[in-house]
């Protein structure tokens, strides 16, 4: 019933190897302003070096960083990160500090609007497969219709056998849950 000012952020610990504690030192940031996405590889990973990580959302940022210790504080508590008790991000993204990527985004909403905003994390196989796959799901359509597929792909494969137990609860566990995590 009145105007609002609504701040989302996402934040993620890249890893980008097998151990973040190991791996840390070797990750490289960057951000890519036309596709106003943070980017992240590890070069001196062997198996994945060609490899890029990306965050990004389906409007521009507000803020981001990808210093960890910026976003947490220095004590780095995830249930109370300092980045949200003042006001945005440093927007500053540098190698050689403890790693993250966090990606806030503010819009103005009318009384009685909505509004969709969604955070996209993946990986492409090089830094031209991840801007490919960024452009793309910017688009709020193609967000939709990857949803809708993703759904119908899972509801397909968990309903090919169903097992009848007198237990349903038993039965939601067997034909879905349990299939689900396995497969996953």
Same mark, same amino acid.
């Given at each position: 019933?009145?105007?609002?000012?609504?701040?989302?952020?996402?934040?993620?610990?890249?890893?980008?190897?097998?151990?973040?504690?190991?791996?840390?030192?070797?990750?490289?940031?960057?951000?890519?302003?036309?596709?106003?996405?943070?980017?992240?590889?590890?070069?001196?990973?062997?198996?994945?070096?060609?490899?890029? =990580?990306?965050?990004?959302?389906?409007?521009?940022?507000?803020?981001?960083?990808?210093?960890?210790?910026?976003?947490?504080?220095?004590?780095?508590?995830?249930?109370?990160?300092?980045?949200?008790?003042?006001?945005?991000?440093?927007?500053?993204?540098?190698?050689?500090?403890?790693?993250?990527?966090?990606?806030?985004?503010?819009?103005?909403?009318?009384?009685?609007?909505?509004?969709?905003?969604?955070?996209?994390?993946?990986?492409?196989?090089?830094?031209?497969?991840?801007?490919?796959?960024?452009?793309?799901?910017?688009?709020?359509?193609?967000?939709?219709? =990857?949803?809708?597929?993703?759904?119908?792909?899972?509801?397909?494969?968990?309903?090919?056998?169903?097992?009848?137990?007198?237990?349903?609860?038993?039965?939601?566990?067997?034909?879905?849950?349990?299939?689900?995590?396995?497969?996953?």
């Amino acid at each position: 019933d009145r105007p609002r000012r609504i701040t989302a952020t996402y934040y993620a610990e890249w890893v980008l190897g097998v151990n973040r504690d190991e791996m840390q030192q070797y990750i490289i940031p960057e951000y890519v302003n036309e596709h106003h996405a943070l980017l992240a590889r590890n070069p001196y990973n062997d198996e994945f070096a060609e490899r890029v =990580a990306f965050l990004t959302a389906t409007q521009p940022a507000h803020g981001l960083t990808s210093n960890r210790t910026e976003f947490l504080g220095v004590r780095g508590r995830r249930n109370q990160p300092a980045a949200l008790k003042r006001i945005g991000l440093s927007n500053s993204v540098e190698a050689g500090v403890d790693p993250c990527a966090a990606y806030m985004v503010h819009f103005d909403l009318q009384a009685g609007e909505s509004r969709q905003v969604h955070f996209l994390l993946g990986q492409g196989a090089n830094r031209e497969e991840s801007l490919t796959l960024i452009k793309r799901y910017q688009d709020l359509a193609q967000v939709d219709e =990857a949803w809708q597929q993703a759904r119908g792909n899972w509801q397909e494969l968990l309903t090919t056998i169903q097992v009848e137990t007198p237990e349903p609860a038993f039965d939601l566990l067997l034909n879905r849950w349990l299939l689900y995590q396995n497969l996953a």
